[in-house]
């Protein structure tokens, strides 16, 4: 099955959740923010608007649990990960891969950049939808958050496999099913 053919099997579940965005609050269905990919390539990611603010520019707040900005349906979409399924337009596009290091907003890519040495390594492959920082530790956004995630995607770049990623993939559905992740 092609990759095209496998995201025409999600449109009826696509259009469910786009009616329950629009139902549940104003604003567009998706959200898009500018991320780095491959070789620091800047691309804009796709995902489920889940949250009242569409920040993209040099001032973006990160969303913490309880965060008053997220919808009641978005809250939904990031418990069970659903606001993620967008990302596979960007894998088409072939800006991301489904298993590498997550991208983050340019603003605190920059931001990373200046304070954690060897930062910029993550952009030596493509961006994933999931990673094996995201399957080894919590969401977070502090500095020593992005250390240790970076020790993570250092790794996964270093041992990169067909095998990794399918472990890495079949450990996403673990962390989906019992609810870890971004809030």
Request: glycine share 6%; proline share 4%.
């Amino acid at each position: 099955m092609k990759k095209s053919e496998a995201l025409a099997l999600l449109t009826p579940l696509l259009l469910v959740i786009m009616a329950l965005i629009k139902l549940d609050s104003a604003g567009p269905l998706f959200f898009l923010q500018r991320r780095y990919g491959f070789n620091q390539r800047e691309f804009r990611i796709v995902k489920f608007r889940t949250m009242t603010t569409l920040d993209d520019g040099d001032e973006i707040r990160q969303a913490v649990r309880g965060d008053p900005r997220i919808t009641r349906i978005g809250r939904w979409l990031r418990r069970w990960n659903i606001d993620e399924i967008p990302q596979l337009f960007n894998v088409l596009a072939g800006d991301m891969s489904l298993v590498g290091p997550r991208p983050h907003a340019l603003t605190h890519n920059h931001d990373y950049e200046r304070k954690i040495s060897l930062y910029a390594r993550r952009h030596n492959v493509k961006p994933g939808i999931t990673g094996w920082a995201q399957i080894l530790h919590d969401y977070g956004d502090s500095e020593n958050d992005a250390l240790e995630k970076l020790q993570y995607e250092l790794y996964y770049i270093k041992n990169i496999s067909i095998v990794f990623d399918v472990q890495i993939i079949l450990e996403t559905f673990k962390v989906i099913i019992f609810g870890r992740g971004a809030r």
